[in-house]
């Protein structure tokens, strides 16, 4: 700031700038320097972070097996209540860097509560298979809302929607017999609901809560056309892709146009070589799969300039 001022001085004498001018500059790199520091503390922060993981990751190869349980459980404790400390402590500061490094520290503080679960259930109480998965999807979900619940950032919502995935699966998985062929269209009506909580504001932030129904979407019809071997998923993938398209343009949300489209490429070829494979042959179902794609991406081009407002 003192090289600064002598600068301003001299472009003050020299009547380059006049002293309004002056204090406005003053104003705004003063304003920088904190701005500056916070991006400092959020870098040293992801690295301190990445550190720590790379040590216990080295600490679990080499010295893991020899500790006692208490041992496993303390060591695992203590690192997530540390990253949860350090995240709610972060969050006290001002600007976005501090937010986002709250969120990474809240991160690694959901993956050790299921990591402290998983030892648990597994060395403590000796649930096994099936019923020990909602014993660590459970607890990890309940953490994941609330902390998303405090500070609805990027990952704090990856880490409550895929949460979600995990404790509905497993609950289902418990079951018997279990009703894993259908897990497909599970994760396909999870996307559904994570989309319109999405759509109306009850899901933040709203972009990646987008994105990530429109990837459960796109995956769920696929996975339960391979588990059930028949092909009227892929029918609902492709009818959830022309709802995507024809709502991306009154909702102006080209989120759920790039996702219809990609819903479009993924579907549409596999229906047509389901039915057209054998009877008109690879290359013909090629051709044919060709020519639809190139429809559909003519007709997404046009509906992404009527998203865009031109």
């Keep these: 700031m003192r090289d600064l001022d002598e600068r301003l001085t001299r472009w003050k004498q020299a009547e380059l700038i006049s002293d309004e001018q002056a204090a406005s500059i003053s104003r705004f790199e003063a304003a920088e320097q904190p701005r500056r520091s916070t991006l400092i503390a959020e870098v040293l922060g992801y690295?301190?972070?990445a550190l720590a993981i790379v040590a216990l990751w080295v600490f679990i190869a080499q010295f893991w097996g020899r500790l006692e349980i208490w041992a496993q459980l303390t060591l695992i404790g203590a690192l997530t209540i540390g990253f949860l400390a350090a995240g709610a402590w972060?969050?006290?500061?001002?600007?976005?860097?501090?937010r986002r490094l709250s969120s990474f520290l809240w991160f690694l503080g959901i993956v050790g509560v299921a990591g402290w679960f998983g030892v648990f259930?597994?060395?403590?109480?000796?649930?096994?298979?099936?019923?020990?998965?909602?014993?660590?999807?459970?607890?990890t979900f309940v953490a994941a809302a609330l902390l998303w619940k405090a500070l609805p950032k990027v990952l704090q919502v990856i880490a409550l929607v895929g949460s979600v995935h995990a404790v509905v699966l497993s609950a289902f998985a418990?079951?018997?017999?279990?009703?894993?062929?259908?897990?497909?269209?599970?994760?396909?009506?999870?996307?559904?609901?994570?989309v319109l909580l999405a759509w109306g504001g009850a899901l933040q932030p709203t972009g990646t809560s987008y994105a990530l129904?429109?990837?459960?979407?796109?995956?769920?019809?696929?996975?339960?056309?391979?588990?059930?071997?028949?092909?009227?998923?892929?029918?609902?993938?492709l009818v959830s892709a022309a709802v995507m398209l024809a709502s991306s343009v009154p909702l102006r949300e080209v989120v759920l146009l790039v996702g219809g489209a990609g819903a479009v490429f993924v579907f549409l070829p596999q229906l047509i070589f389901t039915y057209f494979e054998e009877s008109l042959g690879v290359p013909v179902a090629l051709f044919l799969s060709g020519v639809v794609l190139?429809?559909?991406?003519?007709?997404?081009?046009?509906?992404?300039?009527?998203?865009?407002?031109?």
Excluded: C, K, N, Y
């Design 47 to 49: 690295l301190g972070g």
């Design 90 to 98: 972060s969050r006290t500061g001002e600007g976005e860097a501090v």
């Design 121 to 139: 259930s597994d060395r403590i109480i000796a649930v096994h298979d099936e019923f020990q998965v909602l014993w660590i999807t459970v607890p």
């Design 174 to 194: 418990q079951f018997d017999p279990s009703p894993t062929e259908w897990f497909g269209l599970i994760v396909w009506g999870i996307g559904v609901a994570t």
């Design 213 to 237: 129904g429109i990837a459960a979407i796109l995956i769920g019809p696929s996975m339960a056309a391979g588990m059930l071997d028949t092909a009227w998923p892929l029918w609902l993938g």
């Design 294 to 310: 190139i429809g559909a991406a003519l007709l997404i081009a046009r509906l992404r300039e009527e998203v865009a407002g031109t």
